[in-house]
């Protein structure tokens, strides 16, 4: 389900420099299932490489790039007094060999294309929330990589089922990702969280006005005791409402209770992703919410999905991105 990292597996991704540390020589990793309740960091690295949720919600491949480069980026920031890399250790990743595989058999011609891929995004969510389970039950915050927004379904899954209650969520994202309740695909990892019992209230932070359905809108407003977001263009195009002021409104709606944070990358503006905006919100502000809410007490786990290293105006800024992201988290 799992392939587990080894420090020796680190190394090998890390660039040695004379007079240096580099995380990747420091980092300790979980070895087992056994091993994880026994380690005394807080957080828990962990990757899925797969993006068949997005091809399954007809977008482009390439986020299943994400966690190698992510993973290889971090193993190469400096070990110093300011990075306090003790307090995470790397799981590894999750195996989604087959799936990745049997993925590349289903051709587009192919009439149940979508319905094909999105038994495949099942079976990965299986997996995801096995895994996520067992992290959150050793008292230990996951920081999920990679992969599209499908995995928002397992990660709230598998955390709810640990603390044994349904689960609030904040995200920062252009997308509600709370489409009808077809195939799964990344685009309704949300709604079938709240569907299945796993998702209690859910917050979307910068929603773009132009890229949610009438329907969608119905079906949240609908639901607006447990579903509240905000829009981008009135924080930051009109200004209407206030950054801070929609950090503090998102926190009172989800903080009080057990949450996760997802960072959707494609609300970055020009960063490499599966849908990228020439419009969203800057990379030091993504670093920002980052910051604010994974603080808080009640923060259960932490993914940030859907770079894609290959995509962007810049190559490869996907996992240089991802590394500030843990950083700023630790």
Known sequence: MVHFYTEKQLQTLTNKRAGEVKAGEVLH????????????????????PEDIGVRANYGKAGAAKAWKTGVTSFCNIQNNAYTHLKTIAVLGEID?????????????????????LGELVTQIDH??????????????????????????????????????????????????????????????????????????RYYILGLHKNYTSEAIFKRMEAASETIQFSFFEDIFSSEKDSYQNTLQEADAFCCQAPFGI?????????????????????????????????????????????????????????GKAISYFISDIL
């Not at 070895?31 to 899925?48: A, D, F, H, P």
């Not at 989604?96 to 094909?116: G, V, Y």
């Not at 309740?181 to 299945?196: I, P, Q, V």
């Not at 007490?297 to 490869?316: D, M, R, S, V």
């Open 96 to 116: 989604c060999d087959f799936e990745m595989e049997q993925a590349e058999k289903i051709t587009s011609n192919d009439p149940h294309f979508a319905e094909k």
């Open 262 to 318: 997802e960072l959707d990358m494609d609300a970055i503006e020009n960063m490499g992703s599966s849908a990228m905006t020439p419009s969203g919100v800057t990379m030091t502000t993504a670093r920002n919410f980052l910051q604010y809410f994974s603080e808080k007490e009640t923060c259960t786990y932490i993914h940030i999905c859907e770079g894609a290293p290959e995509a962007g105006l810049f190559p490869n800024q996907i």
């Open 127 to 200: 997996k995801v929330a096995t895994v996520i389970e067992k992290i959150v039950t050793a008292k230990k915050i996951p920081i999920i990589i990679g992969g599209g927004h499908n995995n928002s379904f397992g990660n709230l899954k598998g955390a709810s089922k640990a603390i044994g209650n349904p689960i609030n969520c904040i995200n920062l994202d252009a997308h509600s990702d709370y489409r009808s309740l077809e195939h799964r695909h990344s685009g309704n990892g949300f709604s079938y969280a709240t569907e299945d019992g796993f998702l209690d």
């Open 29 to 48: 990793v979980v070895e087992s299932w056994s091993n994880l309740q026994k380690l005394s960091e807080k957080y828990i690295l962990l990757g899925i």
